[in-house]
């Protein structure tokens, strides 16, 4: 094929609809129990999770706190926006009113909620001892860190009055059905939103040793809160008797559906895995080596080869520039292919944001390093700087979606041709 952007850019958006929470998650969603109902959620998916709900069980009272410009029409569901990936006093101030609701509940109740990848730094309710200008310092630290979304979310857990199945506590003795849309490696619920409806067993001193091995700047109020036992909920604790956990979404059936429309287009398809962690500029080396390898390998007439994998990739940024992990992959991978014809990638987050930025990814091709130096970028500087999302605006070769209403993680594919 000429052009084999068209195609990689139809199989991103084919992973996306298949996460649309209108299509997930319905085959999950009980007939409306009788009785009162409250729905409750948190993520850069939970509005569309709402409105789907809405859409089968009609109006329904509750709050559900999304990202700004994530929000959705809902008829009873209040959809209240605030700051990701660093919480914001709107995040503050729902989280308070999310746990008002769950206050006095009785065991004939039944609450709906919907969790999805953002819920961590949406939730925003600090432990005892901690502002949120404590909590918001964190988080930026963990975001530049490097660290994978276990080691940040378990940290989160202790500083926090909702995440680590304290969220479930608080509507004990009330049922509790948690429907969630995974954008962990590994599907893990205790780590998707930082697991507030799931119990957890780490403690205060693991999650103080996290922050050590990640050399982790924290506000001193941290170490004090973290010096002591917090409220994380263990897995057998009674109040999370009455709680099921589901997941609807994750990122294997989005990257399943991709590769069967690649296939459809005459592709060899190859899974690399759907939960890879790791330093983005490390991991595409190691990718590159692997596509030139796989071309090596080919001979003229032979189908083209799909690299397709999944996961959630790092940075830890040395720089001072405008970045995110699959923008900075695909400038890493650029260069460590430097210029190999017949190569060509895409990798984007499924929730339209890489990083802090409003971009989803990148493209990358033969000619990119040689459109960068024609507008006179540096690529080698540009990664180093951490620039990523700065480099692909130049040379016109972002993605670009805006909300996309879902969140199943990363999407990167690589396409190599004979």
């Given at each position: 094929?000429?052009?084999?952007?068209?195609?990689?850019?139809a199989?991103?958006?084919?992973?996306?609809?298949?996460?649309?929470p209108?299509?997930?998650?319905a085959?999950?969603?009980?007939?409306?129990?009788?009785?009162?109902?409250?729905?409750?959620?948190?993520?850069?998916?939970?509005a569309?999770?709402?409105?789907?709900?809405?859409?089968?069980?009609?109006?329904?009272e509750?709050l559900?706190?999304?990202r700004?410009g994530?929000?959705?029409?809902?008829?009873?569901?209040?959809?209240?926006?605030?700051?990701?990936?660093?919480?914001?006093?709107?995040?503050?101030a729902?989280?308070?009113?999310?746990?008002?609701?769950?206050?006095?509940?009785?065991?004939?109740?039944?609450?709906?909620a919907?969790?999805?990848?953002?819920?961590s730094?949406?939730?925003?309710a600090?432990?005892?001892?901690?502002?949120?200008a404590?909590?918001?310092?964190?988080?930026?630290?963990?975001?530049?860190?490097?660290?994978?979304?276990?080691?940040?979310n378990?940290?989160?857990?202790?500083?926090?009055?909702?995440?680590?199945g304290?969220?479930?506590a608080?509507?004990?003795?009330?049922?509790?059905?948690?429907?969630?849309?995974?954008?962990?490696p590994?599907?893990?619920?205790?780590?998707?939103?930082?697991?507030?409806t799931?119990?957890?067993?780490?403690?205060?001193?693991?999650?103080?040793?996290?922050?050590?091995?990640?050399?982790?700047?924290?506000?001193?109020?941290v170490?004090?809160?973290?010096?002591?036992?917090t409220?994380?909920?263990?897995?057998d604790?009674?109040?999370?008797s009455r709680?099921?956990?589901?997941?609807?979404?994750a990122?294997?059936?989005s990257?399943?559906a991709?590769?069967?429309?690649?296939?459809?287009?005459?592709c060899?398809v190859r899974?690399l895995g759907?939960?890879?962690e790791?330093?983005?500029?490390?991991?595409?080396?190691?990718?590159?080596?692997?596509?030139?390898?796989?071309?090596?390998?080919?001979?003229?007439?032979?189908?083209?080869v799909?690299?397709?994998?999944g996961?959630?990739?790092?940075?830890?940024?040395?720089?001072t520039?405008?970045?995110?992990?699959?923008?900075e992959f695909?400038?890493?991978?650029?260069?460590?292919?430097?210029?190999?014809g017949g190569?060509?990638?895409?990798?984007?987050?499924?929730?339209?944001?890489?990083?802090?930025?409003?971009?989803?990814?990148?493209?990358?091709?033969?000619?990119?390093?040689?459109?960068a130096?024609?507008?006179?970028?540096?690529?080698?500087?540009?990664?180093?700087?951490?620039?990523?999302?700065?480099?692909?605006?130049?040379?016109?070769?972002?993605?670009?979606?805006?909300?996309?209403?879902?969140?199943?993680?990363?999407?990167?594919?690589i396409?190599i041709?004979?």
């Amino acid at each position: 094929m000429d052009d084999p952007a068209p195609l990689l850019r139809a199989l991103f958006d084919r992973a996306v609809e298949v996460a649309d929470p209108m299509r997930s998650l319905a085959r999950h969603l009980p007939a409306r129990p009788p009785g009162r109902v409250l729905v409750i959620g948190a993520g850069k998916a939970s509005a569309r999770m709402a409105e789907a709900v809405e859409s089968v069980w009609g109006p329904c009272e509750g709050l559900v706190l999304t990202r700004y410009g994530y929000g959705r029409p809902c008829r009873g569901i209040m959809i209240v926006e605030a700051a990701h990936p660093v919480p914001d006093a709107a995040g503050l101030a729902a989280t308070d009113r999310m746990l008002a609701l769950l206050h006095g509940l009785t065991p004939d109740d039944f609450v709906l909620a919907l969790i999805s990848g953002g819920a961590s730094a949406l939730l925003c309710a600090p432990a005892t001892g901690l502002t949120l200008a404590d909590k918001q310092a964190v988080n930026a630290a963990l975001l530049a860190s490097g660290a994978p979304i276990s080691a940040m979310n378990t940290v989160r857990k202790h500083l926090s009055r909702v995440k680590g199945g304290q969220l479930a506590a608080a509507a004990f003795p009330a049922r509790m059905l948690a429907l969630m849309i995974s954008d962990v490696p590994g599907d893990d619920p205790a780590f998707i939103g930082s697991g507030p409806t799931v119990g957890d067993a780490t403690t205060a001193v693991q999650a103080s040793a996290l922050l050590a091995r990640w050399q982790v700047p924290v506000p001193a109020a941290v170490s004090g809160v973290l010096s002591r036992p917090t409220g994380v909920v263990r897995p057998d604790d009674p109040r999370l008797s009455r709680v099921e956990n589901i997941i609807c979404a994750a990122p294997s059936q989005s990257l399943a559906a991709a590769a069967d429309m690649a296939r459809s287009a005459g592709c060899e398809v190859r899974f690399l895995g759907d939960a890879l962690e790791g330093e983005a500029r490390e991991v595409a080396a190691a990718q590159a080596a692997q596509a030139l390898q796989v071309q090596a390998s080919l001979r003229p007439g032979d189908r083209p080869v799909l690299l397709l994998s999944g996961g959630e990739l790092t940075v830890t940024r040395r720089g001072t520039g405008i970045g995110g992990p699959n923008a900075e992959f695909c400038l890493a991978l650029a260069l460590a292919l430097n210029g190999a014809g017949g190569i060509h990638a895409l990798a984007c987050d499924t929730d339209g944001v890489d990083g802090a930025a409003e971009v989803a990814g990148a493209l990358i091709g033969p000619d990119t390093l040689s459109r960068a130096r024609a507008a006179g970028l540096d690529p080698a500087a540009a990664l180093a700087a951490n620039d990523a999302h700065s480099f692909f605006a130049a040379i016109d070769r972002q993605v670009v979606t805006g909300p996309t209403l879902t969140n199943v993680n990363d999407f990167r594919a690589i396409l190599i041709q004979p």
